[in-house]
């Protein structure tokens, strides 16, 4: 066994932390590519690409879109009633911080027409969900990359509420859609460890 390897392994997959608040400093944008040639070994199914990024700095942009999600979060608010509105808009403090990294990196994926028999298709868990995990390991890796640079990232799915807007503003196109939203830059202070679960309660032995 390779103790380096192993201790390297660890140090980053338990060190990762969601950070939700940046410093002014700038990512020096190869950092950023570098990371990314790694990630293009991820694995997908059948070895189809079902994934890619496009990265933004420019902080007008960022901004720009930053609006979108906060009329997208909005107009869902006004629908609701009062309580559910409230709740709503407490959760969605989480939807739009993404202005305060210097750089976002925007995920997208797209499924592949099925392999399967129209017969087998109805209720198989296959159907679909294939590119998206594929798409989370994805971006598991670049989560752990930005990790190795030493910088910082949150996973966001909140912004997806503007997700079409988001898709036109960056001139993406179907079948692509948004699939999370990520801040990138350097942080002060690692957030502590949120409660993780029990070693038995990931992981078992059949018997
Ligand atoms: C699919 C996914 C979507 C997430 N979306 C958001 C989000 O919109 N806003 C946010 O602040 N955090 C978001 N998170 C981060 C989680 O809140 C975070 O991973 C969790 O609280 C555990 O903290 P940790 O990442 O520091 O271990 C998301 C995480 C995942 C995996």
Redo the contacts with the bound molecule.
């Keep these: 066994m390779n103790d380096l390897k192993l201790a390297s392994f660890k140090d980053l997959i338990k060190n990762?932390?969601?950070v939700?608040s940046f410093t002014k400093e700038s990512v020096d944008v190869h950092l950023i590519e570098e990371v990314m040639e790694a990630v293009k070994f991820s694995p997908t199914p059948t070895n189809r690409q079902c994934f890619k990024f496009i990265g933004v700095s420019d902080p007008l942009m960022i901004e720009e879109i930053r609006q979108e999600v906060l009329l997208s979060t909005e107009k869902i608010a006004s629908n609701l009633d009062e309580e559910r509105s409230k709740s709503f808009r407490e959760y969605a403090q989480?939807?739009s911080?993404f202005n305060k990294a210097p750089i976002v990196l925007f995920a997208f994926f797209r499924f592949f027409s099925s392999r399967l028999p129209t017969s087998e298709k109805k209720g198989a868990s296959i159907e679909g969900v294939a590119e998206l995990q594929a798409f989370?390991g994805a971006i598991h890796g670049l989560l752990l990359g930005l990790e190795a640079v030493g910088l910082s990232a949150?996973?966001?799915?909140?912004?997806l509420v503007a997700e079409e807007k988001i898709l036109s503003k960056l001139k993406i196109e179907r079948p692509w859609r948004l699939g999370?939203v990520i801040p990138v830059g350097y942080t002060d202070s690692k957030?502590a460890?949120?409660k993780k679960p029990e070693f038995s309660a990931i992981f078992q032995w059949s018997e």
């Design positions: 990762r932390r969601s939700r989480w939807f911080f989370g949150c996973w966001m799915s909140g912004p999370a957030p460890v949120p």
